[in-house]
């Protein structure tokens, strides 16, 4: 699967600064003569993936949980208004935030996301919108 324009992008931005991590990985791991030879292919592939991994879900985990800090009102309209009956709702009292956990292709991600509380129909209720955000091609 093609990255979006949005993510090559946003990682162009940060393409020098991951490069220079990965050589400070790679000293940290086997100083800058590397890994020692004979060392397998599939050896390294596996530590590299398992670097992956830790750098995916950490990086989406961060995102999510700073997202969801978002003030309530510099949030979109969408999560402002009952899912319901369309009216304003204010923020959950009770129960503020509702803890998520999902899998995604980036690995699990864990945050929590505020929750609202609509008067009217006397329920609390996580926004629905189709994607996390402000939405395709936006980024605060």
Known sequence: MA????ATTEVDKVRPYLEGVAKNIADKLFGPEGPPWGTKLSQLEDLVVA???IL???????????QAQTAPEA???AFQV???CGQPADPDPDDPLEPRLLDTRGGQAQWSEPKQYCRRC???FFPSVQESGPG???LQ
């Not at 990255?3 to 949005?6: F, R």
């Not at 995916?56 to 700073?66: H, I, V």
């Open 136 to 138: 395709p091609g936006t």
């Open 75 to 77: 949030r979109p309209a």
């Open 122 to 124: 006397r329920q609390a």
């Open 56 to 66: 995916s879900e950490k990086t989406l985990t961060l995102l999510l949980q700073r």
């Open 82 to 84: 009952c899912s319901g």
């Open 3 to 6: 990255p979006t324009a949005l």
């Open 51 to 53: 670097l992956r991994d």
